[in-house]
């Protein structure tokens, strides 16, 4: 069998355009057709239909599988484990070479880029002893499948067999020790990521042992992290690991120099290369060195820089909300709604994306990482993509976000350096201020904004003339002094951000939506903007994170390109499930997720084919996509 490639030339990212349906797989066999209630969870997909799939392409699951349950990694003179128990992967090894790497989600679960890119992590950490990569990933949940041939960087439209790997054996990507050890340490952290998160509690636990808590801890904690990941970034790039409790002990006897002191230089060369972070003067000021050496002892298995998930929006919600929120209506944006947020958007390369009210930048953080992937998917390798073309010009002009917490500011800038980069670009202001503001230089750029702000807040002062809802449906406070809604004062600066032909996702109580005394904003919307989606959120969202039961609605508008477009038919999406019990307090996962799956049905489909038509007729989509081709190839 030759090597099919799949076509770049139907609508959306390669990614989309590459996941395939059973019956349209090319292999001369197919995988069995099971009926869905006998398949209940991933492990049922992959020894129901995956492994007698892999049997009927030649393998031998006894010789030609890996069984282990830990995985031993050397990573410089340390050897780690990596628990395999949990994943649903089946490893092909042939001749002790690990050669394909085959990953089941649920049959219910729609396959989405943040699955691919897990696979893609953990496929380049399984680096062989030879140092070659593994050359085949497969992504399915049993009646959709993702395949992907590393060493050609194309999209394939069949399962290889055992015939074809071994004819292909000799030619498998060779990639270094470094990029090795790069790679095993982030898959380490990504499968461990519960762990990390104790480890920030651990953290946290030793800050107040030395007097640290509330927002002097957060100050501090923010502080070696950025430290951690700044050392990080040398690793990646071919230095030094300097982040290990046994060099600092040995640095303090060959310096004569204090464990503060050291770290104090590793934070001195953080700030230089993240710029505008901290101020030049400030230091971390824990001194007692036995905690510092414990702290810096639990970070170095991990590797923070380019991270994966939100790890400062799950510190922020887990252990400093009580400094942010207030009275200010923040509450922490569930990753699940992100995730389905930033994939209904469909970003392309080349759009600058907005978050008004960034908060941690949870938005921000995962638009930038599916733009990330979009660039990837055009055939560039790991190795040159943080410094392709693409990537700086989404870095220097494509990510903006502001917030008024300075807090939160700091904590957003971090995030955006823990999966990158990007930061540049992140601002204090009050948002609703026009006058000496840095959001006033955006306006009339904005490609995409998400944002979940803060609900239904009042706004009073002389910015408020500024505003439509400044001046109408106003009222008074407990003080007498006069205030609008912070909700309506916000989709009016966002439009004012747009450009013609943007468009914004934006979380919203329910009641603007169908609230008959709310009958004004909607005149408001109908009248200024094009209503493109309604999805409704099931009552709860928010309470495992912030206990506000507040029942809230996803507007996906746009700013039209001229007073003559015209509204046409709207998308309606009614979400139940969410992923996570909504109607506990606490965060617990579930089965079910409506979000992910309303992503993969036929009519989301033709909506986006739809989207995407539209922007055909934008000259703006047109060069952006010249210069994604310039770029690319």
């Known amino acids: 069998m030759g090597i099919i490639k799949l076509s770049d030339k139907s609508f959306g990212s390669s990614f989309e355009n590459s996941i395939i349906d059973s019956e349209n797989l090319k292999n001369e066999i197919l995988p069995k057709s099971i009926s869905p209630d006998l398949l209940n969870s991933e492990e049922d997909v992959r020894v129901k239909i995956i492994n007698p799939y892999l049997e009927s392409l030649g393998f031998n699951l006894d010789k030609d599988t890996f069984h282990e349950e830990t995985l031993k990694f050397t990573i410089g003179t340390r050897e780690y484990k990596l628990n395999l128990l949990g994943r ?35 496929i380049y950490a399984l680096v062989n002893d030879d140092e070659t990569l593994p050359r085949y990933g497969v992504l399915t949940n049993g009646h959709k499948w993702v395949i992907r041939d590393f060493e050609e960087n194309e999209w394939l439209h069949f399962v290889p067999n055992k015939k074809l790997i071994l004819s292909t054996f000799s030619i498998s990507s060779f990639v270094s020790k470094k990029e090795r050890d790069v790679a095993r340490k ?27 808590d509330g927002e002097r801890a957060f100050v501090e904690l923010a502080k070696i992290l950025l430290t951690k990941i700044n050392e990080d ?22 310096l004569d120099k204090s464990v503060n002191e050291i770290v104090n230089d590793f934070f001195e060369n953080a700030k ?3 710029r505008n972070i901290f101020r030049k003067d400030q230091i971390i000021n824990i001194n007692d060195r036995e905690v510092l050496l414990k702290i810096i002892k639990l970070y170095e298995p991990y590797i923070l820089y380019r991270l994966d998930f939100d790890l400062f929006g799950i510190v922020y919600e887990k252990f400093f909300a009580d ?14 709604v992100i995730d389905f947020m930033v994939e209904f958007a469909d970003i392309e390369i080349g759009e600058k994306v907005c978050d008004p009210s960034c908060g941690s930048g949870g938005f921000l953080t995962r638009a930038y990482q599916n733009l990330r992937t979009k660039v990837a998917d055009l055939g560039i390798d790991e190795e040159n993509l943080k410094d392709h073309d693409l990537i700086q010009y989404i870095e220097e002009n494509c990510i903006i976000g502001n917030d008024i917490d300075p807090h939160l500011v700091t904590l957003a800038k971090i995030n955006m350096v823990i999966h990158g980069d990007g930061w540049n670009n992140i601002y204090r202001s009050d948002v609703f201020e026009l006058k000496d503001s840095p ?23 002389e910015k408020l003339k500024d505003y439509k809802f400044g001046k109408q449906n106003t009222y008074k406070n407990d003080d007498g002094q006069t205030e609008a809604i912070s909700d309506l004062l916000f989709v009016e600066r966002c439009y004012r951000l747009l450009r013609p032909g943007g468009r914004m996702l934006i979380v919203l109580p329910s009641g603007w939506a169908n609230n008959p ?54 998308l309606k999406v009614n979400i139940n499930s969410v992923g996570y019990d909504h109607r506990s307090k606490h965060y617990k996962k579930i089965p079910r997720n409506d979000l992910n799956t309303v992503l993969q049905t036929d009519e989301f489909i033709n909506f986006k084919q739809k989207i995407y038509l539209d922007r055909e007729k934008d000259k703006k989509y047109r060069d952006l996509r010249e210069m994604v081709n310039k770029y690319g190839n």
């Open 88 to 122: 649903s992967d089946t490893i092909i090894r042939i001749e002790e070479k690990t050669s394909m790497v085959v990953e089941a989600k649920k049959f219910n679960h729609a396959l989405t880029r943040r699955d691919w890119e897990e696979l893609r992590s953990f």
């Open 186 to 212: 982030k898959v380490i952290t990504k499968d461990n990521e519960e762990e990390l998160i104790n480890l920030i509690s651990k953290t946290e636990g030793y800050l107040r042992q030395v007097g640290y």
């Open 233 to 254: 970034r040398r690793f990646i790039n071919d230095e030094e690991d300097r982040f290990k409790k046994d060099l600092i002990i040995d640095l303090e006897n060959t």
């Open 272 to 274: 230089k290369h993240f």
């Open 323 to 336: 400094i942010f929120k207030g009275e200010t209506g923040k509450y922490f944006t569930p990753r699940e």
């Open 439 to 461: 959001l006033t230089d955006w306006h009339n750029t904005i490609d995409v904004i998400l944002a979940n702000p803060p609900f239904s807040i009042g706004v009073n002062g």
């Open 517 to 570: 005394n709310s009958q004004y904003f909607r005149d408001y919307l109908y009248d200024k903007w094009i209503e493109i989606a309604t999805v409704s959120l099931p009552e709860g969202v928010f309470k495992p994170f912030g206990e506000s039961g507040a029942k809230t609605v996803i507007f996906y508008l746009k700013k039209p390109y001229s007073e003559v477009e015209t509204q046409d038919d709207v």
